[in-house]
């Protein structure tokens, strides 16, 4: 897919999104603004944070078409690189990869950062799991400086049988990577760099929630589309939002179960997208992993009703928005109310309701036996 892709874009010079990224290194380099409009290079702006310019200097310092190949095939990379490290048997993370093989297609098709996003909150999930929380913690901040996502890895702290070291690698990575710039540019420029990026991010906010938006694809976004009313505010959906994944995470005694934790894990990927009202159609990649994580560490996971909501997942989310849908269905219906969303959600709010209600460490699930005989092995290299 991603080369696939690499040379559909690049032959018919429709890779605009990589001109974005690409150009950041060299706006960097030359102390240019990185959050200013330049039409003459790309559409659209630069919103990621000014750390990222470093991540893309390889892709850059190369030809433009070797550069966008090596893009492509490093976000293939680091996907498939985090889903083989899961705990998993070799058929469950095939199974995975089948399942989340259109939301990636969406996300590689428009050249985006997503699939590496999805894997650092992954890795920092998996890091914590084997006690590295040196490596864990380095995922959670690159992440969170590059596009705000991964801060949701701190979540894993609670799982972590070293907090004292996650907390003392989560400040040293904090510290070096937010001076890394300095390796391209001035610490003026660096500063200034840190409040354009939060001002762009804050003002992003306002631009996307209206109703010809193709973003706002989250849960404040179908209720303003379907109630027709674009003042509906952000503020109330994200406090309900994170009090419903935060509540579960009070049952402490659950913590033992493997079970427990990779919903968690599941219910994190998908809340970082469903309440972002930059949520757009390729972002759900990250959010369609942890759907198919869940129904996988489930003991039946193709119940009639699993299968009914695996399908409106790759249906509706998965190809609503693409021409496997017609014009007259999916802009008047699928777009307009935010469909997309709509799977997500619903099971969203189920994996929320069982970790309240399911009681984890007495159902000794099929995935937790499964866990404590892998645990033992070098599950980061390989399992079968």
């Known amino acids: 897919m991603a080369v696939y892709t690499c040379i559909f874009k690049y032959t018919r010079g429709i890779d605009n999104n990589y001109k974005i990224f690409r150009a950041s290194y060299f ?46 095939l490093a ?30 297609a969406n996300s590689v098709f428009y050249m985006q950062f997503n699939p590496a996003i999805t894997a650092m909150i992954l890795l920092s999930f998996i890091l914590v799991e084997r006690g590295k929380e040196q490596w864990a913690t380095l995922f959670i901040v690159l ?39 300095l390796i391209l540019y001035s610490p003026g420029y660096m500063v200034n760099s ?28 179908v209720v303003r589309r379907l109630t027709h009313n674009i003042n509906v505010p952000n503020g109330p959906f994200l406090i309900a939002g994170a009090f419903l994944f935060l509540l579960p995470l009070l049952r402490f005694s659950q913590y033992k179960s493997f079970k427990y934790r990779a919903q968690v894990l599941a219910s994190a990927l998908i809340l970082v997208v469903i309440f972002s009202t930059g949520a757009e159609h390729p972002t759900y990649i990250i959010a369609v992993t942890g759907v198919f994580i869940w129904m996988l560490i489930q003991d039946k996971p193709y119940t009639t009703g699993n299968i009914i909501l695996l ?35 619903v099971i969203w709010v189920k994996i929320v309701y069982e970790l309240l209600f399911n009681n984890f460490v007495a159902e000794n699930t099929k995935i ?17």
């Not at 290079?41 to 850059?60: H, K, N, Q, R, T």
């Not at 409106?312 to 496997?324: E, F, I, K, M």
């Open 143 to 181: 992440g969170f400086l590059i596009k705000l996502y991964p801060i949701i890895g701190l979540t894993f702290f609670l799982f972590s049988r070293n907090k004292g070291k996650f907390v003392l690698w989560a400040a040293i990575w904090a510290v070096v990577l937010l001076i890394a710039p």
């Open 368 to 384: 937790d036996r499964q866990y404590e005989r892998l645990k033992s092995k070098d599950w980061l290299m390989s399992i079968s």
């Open 311 to 345: 399908v409106s997942v790759l249906v509706l989310t998965g190809l609503g928005l693409t021409d496997a849908f017609p014009k007259f269905i999916r802009e008047p219906y699928i777009a307009k109310y935010s469909m997309k969303a709509w799977p997500v959600i």
């Open 75 to 104: 976000n293939a990379i680091a996907i498939l690189w985090a889903i083989h490290l899961l705990p998993f048997t070799v058929r469950q993370k095939n199974q995975l990869l089948l399942l989340c093989a259109i939301e990636y």
């Open 27 to 72: 706006h960097a380099r030359q102390e240019k603004d990185l959050y200013a409009s330049y039409p003459q290079e790309y559409g659209d702006l630069y919103y990621y944070g000014p750390v990222f310019p470093l991540v893309i200097a390889p892709s850059s310092l190369l030809p433009h078409g070797w550069g966008f190949l090596l893009w492509e």
């Open 194 to 221: 840190y409040h354009q990026w939060l001002a762009a991010v804050h003002s992003k906010v306002g631009l996307n929630a209206y109703f010809d938006s193709p973003q706002d694809i989250c849960v404040m976004g």
